[in-house]
Nanobody
Framework: QVQLVESGGGWVHPGGSLRLSCEASGRIFSINTMNWYRQGSGKERELVAR???????NYEDFVKGRFAIFRDNARNMVYLQMNSLQPEDTAVYYC?????????????WGQGTQVTVSF
């Protein structure tokens, strides 16, 4: 059973920084695209950033210049460095990835980690 576990969420003042981590474990042959999504209270889940196995990155406009996504393929991990955080960034952040377990390609979600930005 492949799973993703996020960590690193918490509370921070506006303008502060947090780094989220996500580790994949289980029967893993390879991991394709790794993504970070978020869901604010009363809002739909939205894509924040994604990174391909080759390191190619895409960011949504609302985080460009503030957030950075990177991955460690040897450790099956993906990170989200979040700088200049604002109250509107408050949300549950989810890790998501397409993982090949040797038999099939699974789209896997983590359980989420809460990020709260406030005074």
């Amino acid at each position: 059973q492949v799973q993703l576990v996020e960590s690193g969420g918490g509370w921070v003042h506006p303008g502060g920084s947090l780094r989220l981590s996500c580790e994949a474990s289980g029967r893993i042959f390879s991991i394709n695209t790794m993504n970070w999504y978020r869901q604010g209270s009363g809002k739909e889940r939205e894509l924040v950033a994604r990174i391909g196995r080759d390191g190619h990155r895409n960011y949504e406009d609302f985080v460009k210049g503030r957030f950075a996504i990177f991955r460690d393929n040897a450790r099956n991990m993906v990170y989200l460095q979040m700088n200049s955080l604002q109250p509107e960034d408050t949300a549950v952040y989810y890790c998501n990835a397409d993982i090949w377990d040797g038999r099939e390609l699974d789209n896997v979600w983590g359980q989420g980690t809460q990020v709260t930005v406030s005074f």
